[in-house]
């Protein structure tokens, strides 16, 4: 059975995103199956698949309103099955944003795309959610739907603080709609070893969440922020690159911490 983890932080920029195809295409890369599901009517995650968002007959909105399974819905990229890194993709684009509105009458409509994943979770070994920068009915779909949370941050000053109402959110969730949701790990990205206010803010991290803090460390990498323009994240865009390697050694983390759990 799939193991199911949102990628979620409240905040935009933070690299939800970049930290979903990556962590994706490092899981294929150390031989994990994984459907990678966009969360967010922008589709980055769909766009950075290799998968043009504009083109897409079937998404996760149509899942979300029934009007299509998963495995109708879902498909494959030929650029990452060419880079040899491939992962399933439920794409998103902007019709997704009239979710929110069409399913307040729904009842359960927080479960929607948990019932839908019901359906294929015996097909992957990971499932990955990209939320949208909200604590939204999306992002609250996503949170019934997993096993836990993975919140990229950027170690600044203030990233403590934003944390709260993450983690308020996931606590609530956890008690009322998903007894078994909680948060994996933080990991710190974009990082910056030479600045020393960033060191500060990881040794912070460390001291108050402990081993909640992943081991992986993200580097600020250009090659990262490049992949996108090609439709490829970083670790098939350029797997030598300082930010591809430690994505693929991040996916080993996960691999290694479920193991566990
Ligand atoms: P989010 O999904 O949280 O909004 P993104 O993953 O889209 O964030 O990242 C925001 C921006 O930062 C993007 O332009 C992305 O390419 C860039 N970026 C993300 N991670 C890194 C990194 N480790 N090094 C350099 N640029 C990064
Ligand atoms: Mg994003």
Do not use: W
């Not at 409240?10 to 294929?28: C, H, S, Y």
């Not at 698949?49 to 029934?66: H, I, N």
């Not at 019709?95 to 359960?108: I, K, M, P, T």
């Amino acid at each position: 059975m799939a193991k199911i983890f949102c990628i979620a932080n409240q905040k935009g920029g933070v690299g939800k995103t970049t930290t979903a195809v990556n962590l994706a295409a490092g899981l294929a890369k150390v031989g994990q199956r994984v459907l990678m599901v966009d969360l967010d009517p922008q589709g980055n995650a769909t766009m950075g698949s290799g998968v043009d968002k504009r083109k897409l007959e079937l998404t996760v909105y149509d899942v979300l309103l029934e009007s299509a399974s998963i495995a109708e819905a879902r498909v494959k990229s030929e650029k990452l099955v060419q880079g040899g890194c491939s992962y399933d993709i439920l794409g998103a684009n902007r019709e997704l944003s009239g979710a929110e509105v069409e399913l307040v009458d729904v009842q359960r409509r927080e479960k929607r795309l948990k019932q839908a994943l019901a359906e294929v979770e015996q097909d992957y070994d990971f499932i990955l959610i990209d939320c949208p920068p909200s604590l939204s009915m999306l992002t609250l779909n996503g949170l019934c739907s997993a096993h836990g949370v993975i919140v990229p941050m950027q170690c600044e000053y203030f990233a403590l603080e934003g944390l709260t109402d993450l983690v308020n959110t996931i606590k609530q969730v956890h008690a009322n709609l998903n007894k078994e949701l909680a948060i994996i790990g933080l990991l710190r990205v974009m990082f910056d070893a030479r600045i020393t206010l960033q060191q500060q803010v990881s040794e912070q991290l460390k001291s108050h969440f402990g081993n909640k803090v992943f081991n992986t460390v993200i580097p600020r990498n250009v090659r990262l922020a490049e992949a996108p323009s090609y439709g490829l994240p970083g670790v098939v865009f350029d797997p030598s690159s300082k930010g591809a390697q430690a994505f693929v050694a991040f996916a080993q983390e996960m691999v290694e911490r479920i193991e566990k759990i």
